[in-house]
């Protein structure tokens, strides 16, 4: 058996974010959480894309119609997510 060294990332939420993804169906919560601790927790700069613009410094995550932002800080190991909305307003 190989073994993996994998250095898992901790996922934050900002209380904003946590009431983003308590009003969203229980489905649709459970998925943008699911790729969270699946993905973004493992490496989070090879499944998302940086942003430019206003938004420079933050990073996003296509979950299906829904956006994931978040602030990668490497000096902690920690993703923090700012913003979980479908794709019309997540940018606003």
């Given at each position: 058996?190989?073994?993996?060294?994998?250095?898992?990332?901790?996922?934050?939420?900002?209380?904003?974010?946590?009431?983003?993804?308590?009003?969203?169906?229980?489905?649709?919560?459970?998925?943008?959480?699911?790729?969270?601790?699946?993905?973004?927790?493992?490496?989070?700069?090879?499944?998302?894309?940086?942003?430019?613009?206003?938004?420079?410094?933050?990073?996003?995550?296509?979950?299906?119609?829904?956006?994931?932002?978040?602030?990668?800080?490497d000096d902690k190991i920690s993703v923090l997510v700012v913003h979980v909305g479908h794709r019309k307003e997540a940018y606003s």
């Amino acid at each position: 058996m190989k073994w993996r060294n994998v250095l898992a990332w901790k996922i934050e939420l900002t209380a904003s974010a946590e009431k983003e993804l308590a009003k969203m169906d229980k489905a649709v919560a459970r998925r943008n959480i699911k790729y969270l601790r699946d993905r973004v927790a493992i490496d989070p700069r090879t499944s998302g894309k940086a942003l430019r613009g206003d938004h420079s410094g933050l990073w996003r995550y296509r979950v299906g119609d829904y956006r994931v932002i978040c602030e990668i800080y490497d000096d902690k190991i920690s993703v923090l997510v700012v913003h979980v909305g479908h794709r019309k307003e997540a940018y606003s």
